[in-house]
């Protein structure tokens, strides 16, 4: 019972660099999300994929790109990263527009 | 203001005793209401959804008055394991959920 899996769990970057986080489901869900938290902050949405083929922008899209590889794949990257990007990342997935989440375990980035 | 407003806490509580948790909405567009919780360091689970008549899950309640756009959530008989971040999270429908920033709670022996 894998449900979302997200790679890496932990990652330190320098300021400019790039990185890609993964994220994989193995629920069958056609939506997928990727959220930032903050202390002090709600998760706020970054980007989202609603099918397979589709991606739009969320809340805070800014200084990140996504992949919707397979309807199971769905990647974050930063190009270029900055220290205010440091966060905690997490991926989630559902079956239906308003129905639960499911979250993977989450991403923790620092970027110096 | 944001859009999913609720007390941080910490709410520090013996075990079993009763807490509530508040939290306030501004669009009242907003159709669909769920309490989560995250444990430290964790991510969110699915705790409850709120239906409009109110529903209960074992020793959680769960309330919304759509007119004074107020969720509630009812801890009865606090166990050392309800201790985590109970987050209140609110749909307009479609990709719009709005996670609010969490209540903490802190169950004592």
């Known amino acids: 019972n894998a449900g979302v899996t997200q790679t890496p769990k932990f990652q330190v970057l320098k300021t400019g660099q790039s990185m890609t986080l993964q994220c994989a489901q193995d629920m069958n869900h056609n939506s997928m999300y990727w959220y930032r938290q903050d202390p002090g902050m709600g998760l706020r949405l970054i980007y989202y994929?609603?099918?397979?083929?589709?991606?739009d922008k969320g809340e805070v899209p800014n200084g990140y790109n996504v992949s919707r590889l397979n309807k199971r794949e769905f990647s974050l990257r930063l190009e270029s990263a900055a220290p205010s990007q440091t966060s905690v990342y997490f991926c989630?997935?559902?079956?239906?527009?308003?129905?639960?989440?499911?979250f993977g375990e989450g991403s923790r980035l620092t970027v110096l | 203001r944001k859009e999913v407003e609720q007390d941080p806490g910490p709410f520090n509580v013996p075990e079993g005793a009763t807490v509530a948790f508040n939290c306030t909405y501004s669009?009242?567009?907003?159709?669909?209401f769920f309490w989560y919780r995250q444990d430290c360091r964790k991510e969110p689970k699915l705790l409850m959804s709120?239906?409009?008549s109110g529903n209960e899950d074992g020793r959680f309640t769960a309330q919304l008055n759509r007119a004074s756009q107020y969720i509630s959530l009812l801890i009865r008989d606090s166990k050392l394991s309800d201790s985590a971040t109970y987050l209140c999270?609110?749909?307009?429908?479609?990709?719009?959920?709005?996670f609010g920033a969490g209540t903490r709670l802190f169950v004592k022996a």
């Open positions: 999270v609110v749909s307009t429908g479609g990709f719009k959920t709005i």
């Open positions: 669009n009242s567009a907003s159709q669909s």
């Open positions: 994929s609603a099918s397979e083929g589709t991606t």
């Open positions: 709120v239906y409009s």
């Open positions: 989630a997935s559902s079956g239906t527009l308003t129905g639960e989440l499911f």
